[in-house]
């Protein structure tokens, strides 16, 4: 059988790789293309699936699917050859490239040239579609919903194939209930099988997903209302960063004994600060939010219970001795937790450039995997919008996450008169099972004073 890239020379064909995915050795869990498929610049191809998420690997440019060289299940890591593309710019003008495979006269290269890449893979912008959300073949490749970012919280992600997938939606069951037995926890056939007999045997409805007795919770099923019968009405399904990060905020709301302590600083010394330091880095933009992460470090190192996290089993505290931060980022596709790391190495004009270039990258769903774990504690800043407190809820397996809401100018009695101050209010969620309310008061109180007096933050 002649080679799928027969009767296109090899040199006038570019190969698609994988790009940086944070990971080495991700299985394949989809191939959205086929030999002979024309596809655009940045359509997916492929999708993998890691341990946390799912995420599709775009075309990095523009052309026709001449051999594949990858198939589902294969592992892969960066650099890995996805497919081989003739390229549109190649087929219009075949003779003005470069690397035209060599006329028989020409000196051999000492490397067989078979093709090459020359455009960098485009970053993974994130997942489209729920792997397995429609059968193959059902929906065209160009009709899948744009990419989103690719994870959102460190979390677990169901990991599922397809083919288990589909299983499971046959049988209406809710794959994020499912837990998985597999390698890295990926979920199998037996697994779906089990979580069906078990929802049935304690007579819940697989399909309610809440109504099935989950780790001990027995829960009302989901109210099922016909809201047309009361008015118009509109579908909107959620983003794959909404599905995902709800199921994980879900989980932790329900797991994690939450407890928020409220506090105020007083920044207005601080403010006036960043303001004079705006003034003489007019290039960069200095958020409220770099002295924020600054405080958090003191109080991190102060308190080192915060920088911590259970471990499975639930009987051991790991305290971390690395300070890397997630900051909460809100896109138009949901809420993603990209990690500022080496916080406490870092000053505040470096970490006043890195919020700036990860919250763009959060916006332009350009984040990979590496740069959303490995955080020790979150901010969830609210304050550019406005509110005075909040709830946020922890980010598993972290203990704790500071809610900052936006300052407002308050009188403040100072002994003798009331004079105005800028009062940032603050609230801080935390693990009730690690942190005791003693200890998350201290916290509150020393990262407002440090907050309030902002030679300490250089200490
Ligand atoms: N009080 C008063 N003003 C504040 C403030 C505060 N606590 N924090 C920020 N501001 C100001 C900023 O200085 C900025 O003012 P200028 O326009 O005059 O410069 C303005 O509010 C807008 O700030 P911003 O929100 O665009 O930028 P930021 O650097 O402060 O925050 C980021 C960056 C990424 C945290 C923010 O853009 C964001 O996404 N916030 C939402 C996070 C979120 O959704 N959390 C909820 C999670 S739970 O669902």
């Not at 059902?138 to 169901?158: E, F, N, Q």
């Not at 407002?448 to 933050?457: E, K, P, S, T, V």
Request: charged content about 25%.
């Amino acid at each position: 059988m002649p080679s799928p890239s027969a009767g296109v020379p090899m040199a006038d064909l570019k190969e698609a790789r994988v790009p940086d995915i944070g990971h080495a050795g991700v299985p394949v869990i989809e191939v959205l293309v086929k030999v002979g498929d024309r596809v655009e610049k940045e359509q997916s191809l492929i999708t993998l699936e890691s341990d946390k998420a799912t995420m599709e690997v775009p075309a990095p440019f523009a052309g026709t699917v001449k051999e594949l060289k990858l198939k589902v299940g294969d592992e892969v890591s960066e650099g890995a050859v996805i497919a081989l593309i003739e390229a549109d710019d190649t087929a219009a003008a075949p003779g003005a490239r470069t690397e035209e495979a060599p006329k028989p006269a020409a000196p051999a290269p000492a490397a067989p040239v078979a093709a090459k890449v020359e455009e960098k893979p485009a970053p993974i912008a994130g997942q489209g579609v729920q792997p397995g959300n429609a059968p193959e073949g059902d929906v065209p490749p160009t009709a899948r919903p744009p990419l989103d970012a690719s994870i959102v919280m460190p979390g677990d992600a169901p990991y599922a194939s397809p083919a288990i997938r589909a299983f499971a939606r046959e049988l209406g069951v809710d794959i994020q209930q499912v837990k998985g037995s597999g390698r890295g926890g990926r979920i199998q056939r037996d697994d779906v099988s089990t979580y069906v007999k078990h929802a049935l045997a304690s007579g819940a409805r697989p399909s309610s997903g809440v109504s099935a007795s989950v780790g001990g919770l027995s829960l009302l099923p989901w109210p099922k209302v016909d809201f047309a019968k009361f008015g118009e009405i509109e579908e909107k399904p959620l983003t794959r960063i909404q599905k995902i990060s709800g199921a994980n905020l879900a989980r932790n709301w329900a797991m994690i004994p939450h407890v928020t302590q409220h506090e105020d600083a007083d920044i207005t010394e601080q403010e006036a600060f960043r303001k004079k330091l705006g003034e003489e880095n007019k290039d960069l933009k200095i958020s409220p939010l770099v002295f924020q992460i600054k405080a958090v470090v003191a109080a991190l190192k102060q308190f080192p219970q915060f920088n911590a996290s259970l471990d499975e089993s639930g009987e051991k505290l790991i305290l971390k001795k690395y300070f890397h931060v997630g900051i909460a980022v809100d896109t138009p596709d949901g809420l993603v937790v990209p990690v500022l790391r080496d916080c406490d190495k870092k000053g505040l004009l470096d970490l006043a450039r890195e919020l700036g270039e990860i919250s763009k990258k959060a916006r332009d769903k350009k984040l990979g995997p590496a740069e959303m774990s490995g955080g020790c504690f979150s901010i969830s800043s609210l304050g550019g919008i406005g509110g005075t407190y909040f709830t946020p809820i922890v980010n598993a397996p972290e203990v704790a996450i500071l809610g900052v809401s936006k300052s407002v100018m308050k009188p403040v009695w100072n002994g003798k008169e009331f004079v105005p101050r800028l009062v940032l209010p603050l609230s801080l969620s935390y693990d009730h099972r690690v942190i005791d309310g003693a200890l998350a008061a201290r916290f509150a109180s020393f990262l407002a004073n440090q907050l309030g007096d902002i030679r300490r933050l250089l200490l």
